[in-house]
């Protein structure tokens, strides 16, 4: 979040169309440097950091900003300072206290004082030192910092869900494609969590339980519409950098916390920042299903949702048959022709046929052989990030990765609101069919202009 941002309306859900959302985005990065402001049409890549930016590698230390100080930013930054060759030197978030705060623990953490306040999160970008920025803002406000700092040659380490809208998810995954930055979008039970999601989707891809017929993701609801009451606004919180491309509305610190707090603030429940609780975890377990299934870079055909207007039991069916569905007992379920594996944050387990009461199978979920598939494990999220940045390739979870897993919590809620089934073109990014109308005007939204 910031407080002085450009409009993205001219974002697009095409490939074709991104260049629109560059040529909007140039006028605004002007204080960016020639390399962003300059930035052809048709996007030339400018290689792994801008041409104008600092190198790292002459002092093996990477200088990192942070855009966004709330809770999660807090849990964040001790992971990024927990590597010796990393200092955060700027801070910036709408509220004054938050981002005095986020420099006060960094600066005791690292005992000086190198990290400062920025005034916006622009001048973050702008700064010619920083090598990469952390995004740790509400959902609405990822688009505009992850493209700008990408245009920019800055390396992005972006929160999930990855974006508000289809649209601006396809203009964040050609952004940093077309730039070459490294972008890891923040779905860390790809590297975290005991490697329980790893381990499940080895032992998919490894046709451990046969042929996948079915997987169940439990999660929350779709978003609801902001009803919350006015409140005075408080000093020090630049409430329309807050909001941004969001409808204007009074303040209140059920949104936006007065202070530095500990606590996830309720945006997340509504659909003018967020997705709801369906893509708050969506952009987690709906993740694993894609990299089970080897989608990081597609997606469903057809969005089914249930025939009685409930909230819960929409189905998703991608080209082979294999049909995920909104709602299970657990966070993921991977049912097979030859037996069930569940996981969970907390847990793994396998076993054979179905049936849950079925004795345990530990064989279907033990450690992959030589002839196997093994995918990529890492120590922490943050820390796959960094490596990706010093050894020049891709994270774990690409901003291509991230934008495929927030299409479908997106794809889910679409599909609700419609309330018909729907035919994905997962190469189009568009709806097609009976009902394509409906849905393809639900791609994007309309943005409201702010500074």
């Not at 097979?336 to 530990?362: K, N, Q, W």
């Amino acid at each position: 979040m910031q407080r002085n941002a450009q409009q993205l309306s001219s974002i697009t859900p095409t490939r074709r169309d991104f260049v629109r959302t560059v040529a909007a985005s140039a006028a605004a990065l002007s204080a960016i440097g020639p390399t962003a402001a300059n930035a052809p049409d048709h996007m030339t890549p400018i290689g792994p950091r801008s041409r104008s930016a600092r190198d790292p590698s002459a002092t093996n230390v990477l200088r990192l900003g942070m855009i966004g100080f709330g809770v999660r930013a807090r849990e964040l930054h001790g992971g990024f300072l927990d590597d010796a060759g990393v200092q955060i030197t700027l801070i910036a978030d709408v509220c004054d206290a938050r981002a005095a705060e986020g420099a006060r623990l960094v600066n005791e953490r690292r005992q000086n004082d190198a990290c400062a306040v920025a005034a916006t999160w622009r001048d973050v970008i702008a700064d010619p030192s920083i090598d990469a920025v952390i995004i740790a803002t509400p959902d609405h406000w990822h688009a505009e910092p992850a493209i700008t700092a990408a245009l920019a040659g800055k390396h992005v380490y972006c929160e999930k869900p990855l974006s508000l809208t289809i649209a601006e998810g396809r203009a964040i995954a050609d952004a940093a494609r077309s730039t070459g930055v490294r972008f890891q979008t923040g779905s860390q039970q790809r590297t975290e969590f005991g490697q329980h999601f790893v381990r499940a989707a080895e032992a998919v891809r490894n046709g451990r339980i046969g042929a996948l017929r079915r997987i169940t993701i439990g999660i929350g609801e779709p978003p609801i519409p902001c009803d919350l009451p006015a409140e005075t606004l408080p000093d020090g919180i630049d409430w329309d950098g807050w909001l941004g491309q969001a409808p204007m509305r009074a303040f209140h610190s059920a949104l936006c916390p007065i202070g530095m707090h500990g606590h996830y603030p309720k945006w997340r429940n509504y659909r003018e920042y967020c997705n709801g609780g369906l893509a708050d975890m969506g952009a987690h377990h709906f993740d694993i299903a894609q990299w089970a299934m080897a989608m990081d870079e597609s997606g469903p055909r057809k969005i089914i949702p249930p025939p009685n207007g409930a909230k819960s039991g929409l189905r998703f069916l991608y080209a082979d048959g294999v049909e995920m569905v909104h709602g299970g007992p657990t966070d993921c379920t991977f049912e097979g022709a030859l037996g069930t594996i569940e996981c969970s944050r907390g847990h793994i387990r396998a076993f054979r046929g179905t049936d849950p009461a079925a004795p345990d199978a530990p064989e279907l979920i033990a450690p992959v052989t030589a002839n196997e598939i093994a995918l990529p494990r890492s120590s922490s999220h943050i820390a796959d990030f960094l490596a990706a940045i010093r050894e020049e390739r891709d994270p774990i979870c690409t901003a291509e990765t991230g934008h495929r897993t927030a299409t479908i919590c997106q794809l889910c809620n679409i599909g609700y609101e419609v309330g018909k089934p729907l035919e994905w073109d997962p190469v189009t990014e568009r709806f097609i069919g009976e009902y394509a109308a409906l849905g393809n005007a639900l791609l994007k939204r309309v943005v409201r202009k702010h500074h």
